[in-house]
């Protein structure tokens, strides 16, 4: 299988092992995939519920992320300048900043987006496996 950046709901739900959240074909794909990529606003989104309360974890945050990485040998995908530009030309898709790096990044990077976000998932102009 080829590389895929999983979206933040799926790396998130992949690593608690939540396999009710996650379809058969997404438990596959991350099972198979080549390599596993998070964009570095993944990070960010993951805070930003732990510092609203929407989601809680026993360690701090940082630790769970960086245990994340390496339990399930992610790479980061940065927020390159290509990356930045590349969010702000998605003619039609909605107007969430970070999903529209999460998309710039998949389609710079030239890997599927795992998502079962709909909005995404809808977007012509991204390929995505769910």
Request: proline residues 5%; hydrophobic residues 45%; neutral net charge.
């Given at each position: 299988m080829r ?7 799926v790396?998130?739900?992949a690593s608690?092992d939540?396999?009710?959240?996650l379809?058969?074909r ?13 964009s570095?606003?993944s990070?960010?989104e ?8 929407r989601?809680g974890?026993s360690i701090?945050?940082?630790h769970?992320?960086t ?9 980061i ?6 990356i ?10 909605h ?12 389609r710079?990077?030239?890997v599927?987006?795992?998502?079962s ?14």
């Amino acid at each position: 299988m080829r590389d895929i950046l999983l979206d933040t709901h799926v790396w998130i739900w992949a690593s608690l092992d939540d396999r009710t959240s996650l379809s058969p074909r997404a438990v596959r794909v991350i099972k198979e995939a080549k390599r596993k990529w998070v964009s570095a606003i993944s990070c960010w989104e993951l805070a930003k519920l732990v510092e609203r309360k929407r989601i809680g974890f026993s360690i701090p945050v940082l630790h769970w992320i960086t245990r994340s990485f390496n339990e399930m040998d992610i790479s980061i995908a940065d927020l390159s300048p290509e990356i930045a530009v590349e969010s702000t030309q998605l003619k039609g898709f909605h107007k969430d900043p970070a999903d529209q790096i999460i998309v710039a990044t998949s389609r710079v990077l030239g890997v599927p987006l795992l998502t079962s976000d709909r909005r995404i998932l809808d977007f012509p102009d991204v390929e995505t496996v769910w």
